[in-house]
């Protein structure tokens, strides 16, 4: 099976006020789904060492060095990373050297316009989804395929040989939020979510993982719904996981009314200060998930260990682990979101003028003989090669096991 990537900015329709997401008390239920209870007023900074065995800085090195685009997504599959930017996509060895460059904008045949979703399928062909059609390109930007696509989606993945399936503002084409359709004729094979007239105008930058495979499972996720679902081969879609915020929780009332636009939507959340919600950022591994939510003007960070049942919930992080020994604030150097995944860990990006901004005030009245011992870590050996205007820097955390 295939692994999947996706831009961080995607305009995504907020259709949610159907039963599927709106109606908590049918959904917890139900007793395939997971309920995960969280309560903000119990978040705290987190440790990088509470819930990572390693962490590891990768200076991503592209040929002749030119500087790479803001970075929006990174996958990690077997020993590759995909790294989405603005315009390209990178191909790169586990140890940041760049090996491959997808690049194909533009308006003809067997170019893109943007980038709406990407899929790989681990056999070195890359699935651009752009508008209206697929590209299909080998790791050498070589074009594949050049396909049209009948709907306007803004995620996409395959499962299996048979099935594209797809997601976002599909009004054009359907009231549906979620497209199963035949990978060989296209013919629609099934839809579900369907949407509100008042809320399926309302597009929102985000930067959700509306698809990703767990495992051989299909996990389905969007921004405000409280349910994440997965997907069987048959087509079926299952709740997997609920966020129960209580009272804080969104409610069908919330959702259904008459906004004038999505940010009318988020002003009037936020004004109210009841309410967590724009769940985004979700990410799934073998072991653990990861989601950030807002509640209060405030960004949390929850984690879930899926053997164990522990959770833990943030409002920040520190990292005293794995950066030389030295003690990092992460909201002074991280998003304080991860930017990508892999099998057993996650990836955040961090600009080389805030990591060398970080290290000049943590080294500062250091003795020379400290300092000497900082300088033959490797966070040291890189801090003198790192320029300030130079390509970001990915930071692997690998969760404990």
């Given amino acids: 099976m295939g692994s999947r990537i996706k831009t961080i900015v995607l305009y995504m329709a907020v259709?949610?006020?159907?039963?599927?997401?709106?109606?908590?008390?049918?959904?917890?239920?139900?007793?395939?789904?997971?309920?995960?209870?969280?309560?903000?007023?119990?978040?705290?900074?987190?440790?990088?060492?509470?819930?990572?065995?390693?962490?590891?800085?990768?200076?991503?090195?592209?040929?002749?060095?030119?500087?790479?685009?803001?970075?929006?997504?990174?996958?990690?599959?077997?020993?590759?990373?995909?790294?989405?930017?603005?315009?390209e996509l990178l191909v790169a060895k586990l140890d940041g050297t760049i090996t491959a460059q997808i690049s194909r904008r533009g308006a003809g045949p067997?170019?893109?316009?943007?980038?709406?979703?990407?899929?790989?399928?681990?056999?070195?062909?890359?699935?651009?989804?752009?508008?209206?059609?697929?590209?299909?390109?080998d790791e050498q930007n070589n074009l594949v395929k050049d396909e049209r696509n009948e709907f306007v989606a803004n995620a996409f993945t395959k499962w299996g040989d048979k099935y594209f399936l797809y997601y976002g503002n599909n009004v054009y084409q359907s009231p549906f939020a979620l497209v199963a359709v035949n990978s060989t004729d296209k013919a629609t094979l099934k839809s579900w979510l369907p949407g509100s007239p008042k809320l399926s105008k309302f597009l929102y930058v985000t930067t959700n993982n509306n698809f990703l495979v767990?495992?051989?499972?299909?996990?389905?996720?969007?921004?405000?719904?409280?349910?994440?679902?997965?997907?069987?081969?048959?087509?079926?879609?299952?709740?997997?996981?609920?966020?129960?915020f209580g009272e804080r929780g969104l409610t069908k009332e919330i959702m259904g009314k008459p906004y004038k636009d999505v940010r009318d939507f988020l002003e009037s959340l936020r004004r109210e200060e009841k309410y967590c919600f724009f769940y985004n950022h979700y990410i799934e591994t073998a072991t653990m998930l990861f989601f950030s939510f807002e509640y209060r003007a405030k960004r949390y960070q929850y984690f879930f260990n899926k053997l164990s049942g522990l959770a833990w919930l943030g409002n920040g992080y520190r990292a005293d682990l794995g950066l030389g020994g030295l003690e990092l604030p992460v909201n002074y150097a991280y998003h304080h979101n991860p930017q990508g995944y892999g099998e057993h860990g996650i990836f955040y990006v961090m600009e080389p003028s805030n990591l060398i901004s970080a290290i000049d005030s943590l080294t500062t009245g250091l003795g020379a003989g400290d300092l000497a011992k900082f300088k033959a870590t490797s966070l040291g050996k890189l801090s003198g090669e790192l320029k300030p205007d130079g390509n970001p820097l990915l930071i692997y955390a690998e969760f404990k096991r």
């Fill in 214 to 244: 767990v495992n051989d499972t299909l996990v389905f996720m969007q921004s405000f719904c409280d349910t994440v679902y997965q997907i069987t081969k048959e087509l079926e879609l299952q709740p997997r996981f609920v966020l129960n």
């Fill in 110 to 137: 067997g170019e893109y316009q943007n980038f709406r979703d990407v899929y790989v399928d681990g056999k070195g062909n890359i699935e651009i989804l752009s508008n209206k059609k697929i590209i299909t390109v």
């Fill in 15 to 87: 259709i949610l006020t159907g039963s599927a997401c709106a109606d908590r008390d049918s959904q917890t239920a139900k007793p395939s789904a997971r309920v995960l209870s969280i309560d903000p007023g119990t978040a705290r900074t987190l440790l990088f060492s509470e819930l990572f065995a390693k962490v590891e800085i990768i200076n991503l090195q592209k040929p002749g060095n030119p500087l790479i685009d803001e970075i929006k997504r990174v996958r990690q599959i077997n020993d590759k990373l995909y790294i989405e930017a603005s315009s």
